[in-house]
């Protein structure tokens, strides 16, 4: 589920196991107790899903009309404990609207089997896959339920399921949780859909976002754990630093 706005999983073999997709999905709320009873009440939850989905889109169309560009450190690191083996990369990436993903590789070190096999792929992938829609944490690609409110990081946040439209790789079985002000997805964590190769037994992942000082949410990092036949668990952290991030002033409308 990447998006323009994010930064996001491909390949084969121990590539897709790390499976990374991004989202950039409006508006303030209070999360009253007439709120929470709507949400838990029968019949009535599902038209405050839809509230709450119609605002999570209208935050989304605000962000990818106000962010114009962007530029990330990324760190990514991978471990396998069986073979003690790891790598790491760091890559700028830099993003200007309406255009893709643009990714420079500035170091690495370590293991080049899970550079070539993990790292590569996944970079890939989030250009093949950043302008368009059909892996995005959307309506159109999920059904969410209403689990009730959280906390997330210090802010009130709706925590849903979601359970994919179709069986696809890029897409996830798991939970998301909505912030409660601005409407955007501020966590994502799941399990594929489908099974992405022969070799991988399990894949899971723990997606982070965070909200930037213009109102914009942006990936803050990546947690990923996938166990390989033949090889055991590989985990994979991303962390991203941006250095600039450009916006245009544009009213958000009411929902």
């Given at each position: 589920?990447?998006?323009?706005?994010?930064?996001?999983?491909?390949?084969?073999?121990?590539?897709?196991?790390?499976?990374?997709?991004?989202?950039?999905?409006?508006?303030?709320?209070?999360?009253?107790?007439?709120?929470?009873?709507?949400?838990?009440?029968?019949?009535?939850?599902?038209?405050?899903?839809?509230?709450?989905?119609?605002?999570?889109?209208?935050?989304?169309?605000?962000?990818?009309?106000?962010l114009?560009?962007?530029?990330?450190?990324?760190?990514?690191?991978?471990?396998?404990?069986?073979?003690?083996?790891?790598?790491i990369?760091?890559?700028?990436?830099?993003?200007?609207?309406?255009?893709?993903?643009?990714?420079?590789?500035?170091?690495?070190?370590g293991?080049?089997?899970?550079?070539?096999?993990?790292?590569?792929?996944?970079?890939?992938?989030?250009?093949?896959?950043?302008?368009?829609?059909n892996?995005?944490?959307?309506?159109?690609?999920?059904?969410?339920?209403?689990?009730?409110?959280?906390?997330?990081?210090?802010?009130?946040?709706?925590?849903?399921?979601?359970?994919?439209?179709?069986?696809?790789?890029?897409?996830?079985?798991?939970?998301?949780w909505?912030?409660?002000?601005?409407?955007?997805i501020?966590?994502?964590?799941?399990?594929?859909?489908k099974?992405?190769?022969?070799?991988?037994?399990?894949?899971?992942?723990?997606?982070?976002?965070?909200?930037?000082d213009?109102g914009?949410?942006?990936?803050?990092?990546?947690?990923?754990?996938?166990?390989?036949?033949?090889?055991?668990?590989?985990?994979?952290?991303?962390?991203?630093?941006y250095?600039?991030?450009?916006?245009?002033?544009?009213?958000?409308?009411?929902?």
């Amino acid at each position: 589920m990447l998006n323009r706005g994010a930064a996001t999983v491909r390949g084969s073999a121990i590539a897709v196991i790390i499976f990374a997709i991004s989202v950039v999905v409006g508006h303030p709320t209070i999360l009253t107790s007439q709120a929470q009873a709507l949400a838990m009440a029968g019949d009535k939850s599902q038209l405050f899903v839809d509230q709450l989905l119609a605002r999570m889109m209208a935050h989304r169309k605000w962000q990818d009309s106000a962010l114009r560009e962007y530029q990330a450190h990324r760190l990514f690191h991978a471990s396998n404990n069986r073979f003690n083996i790891e790598s790491i990369l760091e890559v700028e990436t830099t993003f200007r609207s309406p255009g893709p993903l643009q990714s420079t590789v500035m170091r690495q070190e370590g293991s080049a089997f899970i550079r070539e096999h993990v790292f590569e792929k996944i970079l890939l992938a989030e250009s093949e896959l950043s302008d368009k829609n059909n892996a995005d944490m959307i309506p159109d690609n999920y059904q969410f339920t209403l689990i009730g409110s959280d906390a997330c990081e210090g802010r009130r946040c709706w925590h849903m399921t979601v359970k994919p439209k179709r069986s696809e790789k890029y897409l996830v079985n798991g939970d998301v949780w909505l912030d409660a002000e601005d409407y955007a997805i501020s966590r994502i964590h799941g399990f594929p859909s489908k099974h992405v190769s022969l070799w991988i037994s399990r894949a899971e992942i723990d997606w982070h976002f965070h909200r930037m000082d213009t109102g914009v949410w942006l990936t803050e990092k990546v947690e990923s754990s996938s166990d390989v036949r033949l090889f055991g668990t590989v985990e994979m952290q991303i962390h991203y630093n941006y250095n600039t991030i450009g916006v245009v002033n544009i009213a958000k409308s009411g929902n």
